[in-house]
């Protein structure tokens, strides 16, 4: 088969994580469109066979060879203690750019303060084998049973603690459960299967992914500022200006005008503009970006 007619067999998150993932593929320049009811969504490149499968099951498949690559949390390749490859990672998560966190929680006015107190207790959770090697990493023994969801509704009747998995807390704030410590922090990796990564062609395929997703997510923080301003007022406006690198300045027509542009972190333009305006800029635009390759 040449290299024209190849694939790369990719696995992507359904759940919680698919419509976060279809939108950084296509702002890295790939198109998903997929069914209500098919796993076998189509991407506008010939060289991606991909499958929709839920997050906690791609680093088995990954692993094992039935895919090739794969889009899954660092918390379920630990879960599942995948041997595989992990390329980049992609900081992103069901509500926004952030680590998602599986957390040790009981019910307020439980007396357990850490996990030492699980001591011959009985914790639910989705997440088996990382509460098993957390506890035993803390040289505890409790009961870990496999949770099917609700867990949260589980304390207190019929378990003592859960671990669960949690953006901001609230769910668990409103189940009357209070966090007692965090077992793992996760974010979002690009992974492949070993095999897979020795492939020359497989290889440049992921690392092409890989540049331009991260690069995606590199954009979804950073903006294009763009002004002008007298040739005299530079120095002092670049010093303003906390730029991913140092800022471009073109001479305009006019001898004495120069156009300044720079990428900067979207957080500081609302600081920054009356800054620039108040030194020299005039003309000042904010303009959204699509990816930043560093």
């Given at each position: ?80 203690a995948s041997d595989v490859v992990e390329v980049c990672e992609l900081l ?52 870990v049973e496999f949770s099917w969801g609700a867990t949260e509704v589980k ?140």
């Open positions: 088969m040449s290299n024209t007619e190849r694939q790369l067999v990719l696995g992507l998150p359904k759940g919680s994580l698919q419509e976060s993932t279809f939108m950084i593929f296509k702002k890295a320049g790939f198109n998903i469109r997929t069914s209500s009811r098919s796993y076998l969504p189509t991407i506008d490149d010939p060289a991606l066979d991909s499958r929709l499968i839920r997050a906690q099951e791609i680093s088995r498949y990954v692993e094992h060879g039935v895919l090739d690559a794969g889009i899954t949390g660092h918390d379920w390749i630990v879960e599942n992103y998560a069901k509500q926004g750019f952030r680590p998602v966190r599986w957390v040790l929680a009981v019910p307020e006015q439980s007396a357990i303060q850490s996990v030492k107190d699980l001591e011959g207790k009985r914790v639910a959770t989705e997440a088996v084998g990382l509460t098993e090697r957390y506890l035993a990493d803390n040289g505890v023994n409790a009961t304390c207190p009747e019929l378990v003592d603690a859960i671990v669960e998995l949690t953006e901001t807390g609230s769910s668990l704030r409103a189940n009357n459960l209070r966090i007692v410590e965090t077992v793992i922090e996760s974010t979002t990796r690009f992974i492949v299967n070993r095999t897979a990564w020795e492939d020359p062609w497989k290889r440049a395929k992921v690392e092409q992914l890989a540049l331009l997703l991260t690069g995606a997510l590199a954009a979804e923080s950073n903006v294009l500022l763009k002004m002008n301003a007298k040739a005299g007022d530079v120095e002092v406006l670049t010093g303003i200006l906390p730029s991913l690198h140092a800022p471009t300045v073109n001479h305009l027509q006019e001898t004495d005008w120069v156009a300044i542009e720079t990428v900067v972190e979207e957080k500081v333009v609302r600081e920054i503009i009356p800054q620039l305006k108040k030194a020299g800029a005039e003309g000042i635009i904010e303009l959204p970006l699509n990816k930043v390759i560093a």
